[in-house]
């Protein structure tokens, strides 16, 4: 399991922390394939996932990080799982360039990963999100990302109410402008019609959010 990659713009490095996540969206590459490109992003379970040090050597086996521009975190699994290393991370990815960005790729669940409101720590790690909106609906958001309630604190919970998922997603759509400088929502476009696709940049743009990308 690699733990940093490249691909595309080699000012641009991602960092792979973990394989958990809370969906288990029919369209995700990770079911189709082991690598990305030339990286390795499927490991082993929670077992294999990098510690700041391991962390620290796969960035540093890329050479050249002063390049690097902007530090992503996206693999194969939800990041925010790894909220210890993003934040632990922070300062550390931040000495390499008095310019770099910290940007985080994810489902928008953390809050309810961690059963709390942990947004303010991400504020401090990170400085852009892409936020996975993914559906217009909550229906067609539990149709597409298909939420393993296991995967949750108190998995009974919410599965009981699975538009706790949903909700949560818009809830940190719907504060993130506040706490990060750069704020976008997408969309799998092949997974959508093109109604649909313009009832979710409604639905990004009435919670405050501008930027909206179909992937």
């Known amino acids: 399991m690699d733990y940093a990659y490249r691909y595309g713009d080699r000012r641009r490095l991602y960092l792979n922390a973990t394989n958990r996540c809370a969906n288990r969206c029919e369209f995700c590459i990770r079911y189709r394939a082991n690598e990305f490109g030339a990286a390795s992003l499927w490991g082993d379970g929670e077992g294999e996932e990098p510690d700041l040090e391991k962390l620290q050597d796969a960035v540093s086996r890329h050479g050249a990080t002063a390049e690097v521009r902007e530090f992503v975190w ?122 649909e696709v313009e009832q979710s940049r409604s639905l990004a743009h009435s919670l405050g959010v501008e930027r909206f990308r179909v992937r």
């Not at 709390?116 to 149709?143: C, F, G, I, K, Q």
């Not at 599965?159 to 706790?164: I, K, S």
């Open 74 to 195: 996206c693999g194969y699994g939800e990041p925010t799982f790894r909220l210890d290393l993003i934040t632990e991370a922070a300062p550390w990815l931040r000495s390499f360039r008095d310019d770099v960005a910290i940007r985080l790729n994810t489902n928008g669940q953390a809050c309810l990963i961690h059963r709390r409101d942990v947004m303010p720590e991400l504020a401090a790690a990170v400085d852009a999100v892409s936020v996975s909106l993914n559906a217009p609906t909550a229906a067609r958001y539990l149709e597409l990302c298909r939420p393993d309630f296991s995967a949750f604190p108190r998995p009974q919970e919410v599965e009981a109410r699975p538009g706790l998922v949903w909700d949560a997603v818009l809830d940190f759509l719907r504060r993130a402008p506040g706490h990060f400088k750069q704020v976008q929502a997408s969309v799998v476009g092949f997974s959508l019609t093109a109604a």
